[in-house]
């Protein structure tokens, strides 16, 4: 399997996986009108054939124990369970911050739901592997919850009308950001230790995991669901645009390839899974940037809301320059 070790080509997948990690949900944007539930399906189809194809082309480039077939037919129970678990809390994780986007949108979803997540997997994911200096990592994290602080803020004084649904959007946010932050130790697990899983098989076996959570929680979603409109069917979906199916599909596909792009950073000797997963995290910030700038989030916002938008920039750009040179950076 191919596996960078040299840490600027590390770098490079990990800013790779921070760009997919917060471009996808551009996919969603694309298909108004469309339950996100509906979309989900596509999503996870999505998820689930990128992951096929990165362990086939990457995971298998030269063979060896951790090539992606040969990795899979060693690796143990527990292992594979570690990974599986990863998948499931990761899917309604997942499920939360689509109805926080549907509610939210993206510039503020992301930033409080992801942004918090960074917090608390960067936080569990250093005690199951303390790599990098403890200070530049917890300070950069600091200076992120800053960002996440001065984001909600806007969010609050931008929605001077809806503050039950703006509540719900927060609400929902949090609850999506703390599970988000739990999925990625799970992981960590998976590839630590004899008949472990590398980083395209534990992908793989992650997204598996996804795909069987995703049956009775997306369906319960759909009966029930979180952003207070009428509950969907299946006939909505086979009745959708052929490019809504497409762009879920490719919603997915993205976000399995920074996922894949994530986990083989992590496995780098250098780096780590705490360092891997908090660069990564800074799909918070490029989502952000998706949400003001190019979906206009922010236009008929007050001018106090967006003010704080700069601010809220400023503080993730630093707080994740700290976080990317912490693995270089002597303790």
Not at 61 to 76: E, H, K, T
Not at 145 to 169: D, K
Not at 284 to 290: D, G
């Given at each position: 399997m191919y596996q960078p070790e040299a840490y600027a080509i590390a770098l490079l997948f990990m800013v790779g996986s921070m760009l997919c990690w917060g471009s996808w949900a551009n996919t969603m944007k694309l298909t108004?009108?469309?339950?996100?539930?509906l979309f989900y399906w596509d999503y996870i189809l999505g998820i689930l054939a990128a992951s096929v194809?990165?362990?086939?082309?990457?995971?298998?480039?030269?063979?060896?124990?951790?090539?992606?077939?040969?990795?899979?037919?060693?690796?143990?129970?527990?292992?594979?369970?570690?990974?599986?678990?990863g998948g499931v809390i990761f899917n309604v994780a997942n499920l939360l911050l689509v109805a926080a986007i549907d509610i939210a949108g993206l510039?503020?979803?992301?930033?409080?739901?992801?942004g918090l997540a960074l917090v608390v997997g960067v936080l569990l994911n250093f005690i199951i592997s303390p790599k990098g200096n403890s200070v530049l990592l917890f300070g950069g994290v600091a200076l992120v919850?800053?960002?996440?602080?001065?984001?909600?803020?806007?969010?609050?004084?931008?929605?001077?009308?809806?503050?039950?649904?703006?509540?719900?959007?927060i609400k929902i946010a949090v609850a999506c950001g703390i599970l988000m932050g739990l999925f990625y130790p799970f992981v960590a697990k998976a590839t630590t230790g004899e008949r472990s899983l590398g980083p395209y098989a534990v992908a793989f076996v992650f997204a598996v995991g996804t795909a069987l959570c995703a049956i009775p929680v997306n369906y319960f979603?759909?009966?029930?669901?979180?952003?207070?409109?009428?509950?969907?069917?299946?006939?909505?979906?086979?009745?959708?645009?052929?490019?809504?199916?497409?762009?879920?599909?490719?919603?997915?596909?993205?976000?399995?390839?920074?996922?894949?792009?994530n986990f083989v950073a992590s496995h780098a000797q250098i780096i780590g899974p705490a360092i891997s997963y908090a660069i990564g995290q800074g799909a918070?910030?490029?989502?952000?940037?998706?949400g003001v700038f190019i979906w206009k989030e922010f236009a008929q916002a007050p001018p106090n809301a967006?003010?704080?938008?700069?601010?809220?920039?400023?503080?993730?750009l630093v707080g994740l320059g700290a976080i990317a040179v912490a693995p270089v950076v002597g303790q």
């Open positions: 108004p009108g469309y339950a996100f539930q194809l990165w362990g086939v082309t990457l995971g298998s480039s030269g063979g060896g124990d951790l090539s992606f077939f040969n990795n899979l037919r060693q690796a143990d129970t527990l292992h594979l369970t570690y990974a599986l678990l510039a503020v979803a992301f930033p409080v739901g992801i919850v800053t960002a996440i602080v001065l984001n909600a803020m806007a969010y609050r004084r931008r929605e001077v009308e809806r503050r039950t649904l703006s509540a719900r959007g979603f759909m009966r029930y669901p979180l952003t207070g409109s009428a509950p969907v069917s299946m006939k909505g979906y086979f009745s959708a645009r052929p490019s809504w199916h497409l762009w879920g599909v490719i919603g997915g596909s993205i976000w399995c390839t920074g996922t894949t792009l918070t910030m490029v989502s952000a940037i998706w967006k003010k704080l938008i700069p601010l809220m920039f400023i503080f993730f």
